[in-house]
């Protein structure tokens, strides 16, 4: 049976259902009858329109369209795409152990990072080798999209763990590029969720968790006995940039610091099946040893469930910026043909009874848009001891950072290549330096990355520009720029595109990610977390307030909220 009788089928099959579910009810009627018109639609397309039409596509359009109508986590996977969502819930493929993405300077897929310890970085894939073929195909574009020809390749590099192949790539180096092989095996990789950990200002443990894919609670926990057992007296869970995953990965890291049985989460939906609670299952590690958790607005779902409630249960002190706000629970459904509907299915509810979604997907403007729940609109719920704290938008911490705004230039710097060529120019003319602690980016270092700016002819668009222009276009057509011709110059003057000026202005951020770029190539991501510690304001600010106990308890105090 073809792609379009299944497609046909399916959707006579499922009128059916909703026929036979009528009993005068209008909202079954609403639905078999618009059920009923999508398909004798589809089919008379099909049968009079004047070109043959793409059933898959067309099809796959029109569920598209009606999942845009719910949330930004409910998602149709065809079977094609089945593995990259196990691939996300488990953080486990079958590979290499590398990342890859699009390099527009050659039109070819460039390896980004191999994973350390895994088989890519084991014989000696290096970051910046080009990707010519893969067990002797050559990898080219042709007409596909950038993200299409990256899916190809990966599905290239990808397979049963324990087949080999052999990998042709060109590496850059200083006068010329070197084809080189390398022979691989695949095996089973996991993606680290604990990508460092370690002490820092003497007895303070510290964890990087970036994500929350299964087991990644044991994981958590083998670090944190270690660095008790090195001397750690107080923790830092470091949550920033962690988009979540597992709920149940999350309440088994909480059960590691409250007592057994506590019930950290729970779960409501249209659904009685919908509806359950979350408790910890196993005796605490440490009840008492003093906790701080770093989040920032890239924190979300399982990394809220895990600061919400160690805040709601008084158990750490929140230092950062306020979350994403997503208290939205997805589960898996299987559909006909081996595809998966991701569906969002109920909200969670931490301790103190507050759900922190901050987006009412089911209330969108005339324009389809949504907006945030404004402050004035969220309730105050109460921790354990009486604290006060808000539901809507996220978790707002007990102490909050400002750190400075990612300045424009360095998503175009990054976009552009830029910081990832020089990246690789700087492994040709260094010796790789004996440990993170001692790396460090030189004043002639960052003149090298300012002439190799300048020598690509790098331009950006900034926004202020843009908005100046759109400004100027406006006041001429309403009259008004010949009274402000000095005004607009004046602006002009401040706001004109300086290439010199804003790569010293902003040379301290662009120190940052040139510094996280180059010792990545050496430490993998282990070395990139320990480099951002280097400077870190969220680290600062709790490694002060570790330092002063009596300020730490007088922040989880009633008092202190009122």
Not at 7 to 31: C, E, H, P, Y
Not at 186 to 194: F, H, K, L, M
Not at 268 to 277: E, F, P, Y
Not at 538 to 548: D, F, G, P, R
């Amino acid at each position: 049976m073809n792609t379009k009788k299944i497609i046909i089928a399916a959707i006579t099959l499922f009128i059916g259902v909703a026929l036979l579910s009528f009993k005068g009810d209008d909202r079954n009627f609403k639905i078999a009858k618009n059920l009923d018109l999508f398909n004798s639609i589809f089919k008379e397309l099909d049968l009079f329109y004047v070109d043959t039409i793409d059933a898959e596509k067309m099809i796959q359009n029109g569920i598209n369209g009606m999942l845009a109508l719910t949330d930004p986590y409910t998602e149709y996977y065809p079977e094609e795409e089945v593995g990259s969502l196990k691939e996300m819930i488990t953080g486990k493929y079958g590979g290499i152990g590398a990342a890859i993405r699009y390099y527009e300077a050659n039109n070819r897929i460039v390896v980004v990072e191999p994973t350390e310890g895994m088989p890519a970085a084991e014989v000696g894939v290096k970051a910046g080798d080009i990707i010519l073929e893969v067990g002797g195909k050559e990898m080219l574009r042709g007409d596909m999209k950038p993200q299409e020809f990256s899916s190809k390749v990966s599905d290239a590099l990808r397979g049963e763990p324990g087949t080999s192949f052999v990998l042709k790539v060109l590496r850059p180096m200083q006068k010329d590029s070197v084809e080189m092989e390398f022979k691989i095996t695949r095996r089973n990789i996991r993606t680290n969720p604990v990508p460092y950990y370690g002490l820092v200002r003497d007895s303070i443990g510290y964890i990087a968790l970036q994500s929350f894919t299964d087991n990644c609670a044991k994981d958590f926990k083998k670090a944190f006995i270690e660095l008790k057992q090195k001397g750690a007296k107080s923790l830092v869970i470091d949550l920033r940039d962690n988009g979540g995953g597992s709920l149940a990965e999350a309440v088994d890291i909480v059960g590691l610091f409250v007592p057994k049985g506590q019930q950290v989460v729970y779960t409501k939906g249209k659904l009685k099946q919908a509806d359950n609670s979350f408790k910890t299952k196993y005796e605490p590690v440490d009840t008492e040893i003093p906790l701080v958790v770093l989040v920032n607005g890239a924190s979300a779902s399982a990394s809220e469930i895990l600061s919400g409630s160690l805040q709601d249960l008084d158990r750490a002190v929140i230092v950062g910026s306020r979350t994403y706000g997503k208290g939205l629970v997805q589960t898996t459904r299987p559909l006909p043909y081996n595809g998966t509907l991701k569906v969002t299915t109920s909200k969670y509810y931490i301790p103190s009874g507050r759900c922190i979604q901050a987006i009412d997907y089911s209330k969108k403007n005339a324009d389809e848009s949504v907006a945030r729940t404004p402050d004035s609109l969220t309730n105050v719920f109460h921790t354990a001891i009486g604290r006060e704290v808000r539901d809507g938008g996220g978790i707002r911490p007990d102490i909050e950072v400002k750190s400075a705004k990612f300045p424009n230039i360095i998503f175009y710097l990054m976009n552009d290549d830029i910081i990832f060529d020089y990246a690789t120019q700087y492994c040709w003319t260094h010796q790789a330096p004996e440990s993170v602690e001692a790396f460090k980016l030189t004043d002639d270092d960052y003149s090298a990355f300012m002439a190799l700016v300048k020598s690509r002819d790098f331009t950006y668009d900034r926004q202020s520009e843009k908005m100046l222009k759109s400004l100027k276009e406006m006041a001429e057509f309403e009259g008004y720029m010949d009274g402000a011709k000095e005004e607009f110059a004046a602006l002009e003057k401040k706001l004109n595109h300086n290439l010199d000026r804003d790569l010293k202005t902003f040379e301290k951020q662009i120190r940052e990610y040139l510094s996280q770029e180059v010792i990545t190539r050496y430490f993998y991501q282990r070395g990139a977390a320990m480099e951002r510690l280097k400077d870190d304001e969220y680290l600062e600010e709790a490694v002060k307030i570790l330092h002063n106990m009596a300020d730490y308890k007088k922040i989880l105090s009633v008092a202190e909220s009122k």
